[in-house]
């Protein structure tokens, strides 16, 4: 019994201190206590981005990402560009966990500084294909000590007049095409892409290729939960998403400002099973 005059006769309690400010995890218990552990990794991604878009056309390279970061199934954070440059001719994408991103971004603004002052200027900058390698040894380190950085990254760009478009995720796993979606563009854009890109990246000029992500946006936006939606009311028949698009060519990067995508879910009435179309 617990011999403090305020709870005198009271069963005693060895996981709290006589003021219940602190657990005392000197003592024997059952119960995990962060106090005795050591040093914990997330292992779970919380704060998110979805889908990251990427295609090759006769002039470059071409990239989209909406600006939503989803903590879990919330749509909290609303204005987070997932598009970033690395240098003077590399773009990268990000899906997936954005503190991870942000981590990834200050060690590439790093080693591009170092790379600068250690060459001849941006001469010698590193390009698309050494931003992809050394992304694939820091993701494929990570997982080999059991501490991911959980992310799925595109890196585009130009090197020599030659385009490049290459994918690298939490496991160090990396490959090329002309066109590469991240997250649930993998499932659903992923074929309209390759539909229109794969074969004829050498003859699709800027403004199809711009239509044809524009395309792609509104279809995961109608399909992914995790995309933005700009209007405050779920009984609109019209609504705004917003994303970016990254171009990389001969005169450099250029990430464009948010660009609205309008759509309508009009059709929708005509659906079974919405609104009054019931049975």
């Known amino acids: ?16 201190d006589m003021y219940n ?28 981005g979805t889908s990251v878009l990427a295609i090759q056309y006769k002039d470059g390279i071409m990239m989209a990402a909406d600006n939503l970061a989803s903590y879990g199934s ?4 609303k204005d987070i560009q997932r598009l970033h440059p690395v240098g003077p001719s590399t773009v990268i994408g990000a899906s997936g966990d954005m503190s991870d991103f942000q981590h990834l971004q200050h060690t590439l603004d790093a080693l591009i500084t170092d790379e600068f002052t250690q060459s001849d200027g941006e001469a010698n900058a590193l390009g698309p294909a050494e931003v992809h390698e050394y992304l694939s040894r820091v993701l494929y380190s990570r997982r080999s000590k059991m501490d991911p950085i959980w ?17 690298v995720d939490l496991l160090g796993t990396t490959y090329s095409a002309p066109s590469i979606a991240t997250g649930y563009g993998a499932h659903i854009a992923i074929p309209l892409l390759r539909d229109v890109v794969d074969g004829h990246q050498d003859t699709l000029t800027e403004e199809d290729a711009r239509q044809l992500l524009h395309d792609c946006m509104r279809v995961l936006y109608y399909r992914d939960a ?18 970016q698009l990254a171009t990389v060519t001969a005169t450099g990067v250029s990430i464009s400002d948010q660009i609205k995508l309008d759509t309508t879910w009009a ?13």
């Open 1 to 16: 019994m617990d011999h403090f005059p305020s709870a005198w006769g009271r069963p005693r309690n060895d996981q709290n």
């Open 21 to 48: 400010t602190y657990p005392i995890h000197q003592r024997p218990s059952s119960h995990t206590n962060t106090f005795t552990e050591g040093v914990q990794r997330t292992q779970q991604p919380i704060v998110t």
């Open 74 to 77: 919330l749509a909290r954070f």
């Open 151 to 167: 992310n799925a990254l595109l890196v585009g760009g130009l090197q020599d007049g030659k385009r490049f478009l290459a994918y």
């Open 226 to 243: 995790r995309s933005l939606d700009k209007s405050n009311s779920f009984t609109a028949s019209y609504s705004i998403s917003l994303y």
């Open 267 to 279: 059709f929708a009435e005509g659906l079974r099973g919405y609104g009054a179309q019931t049975q």
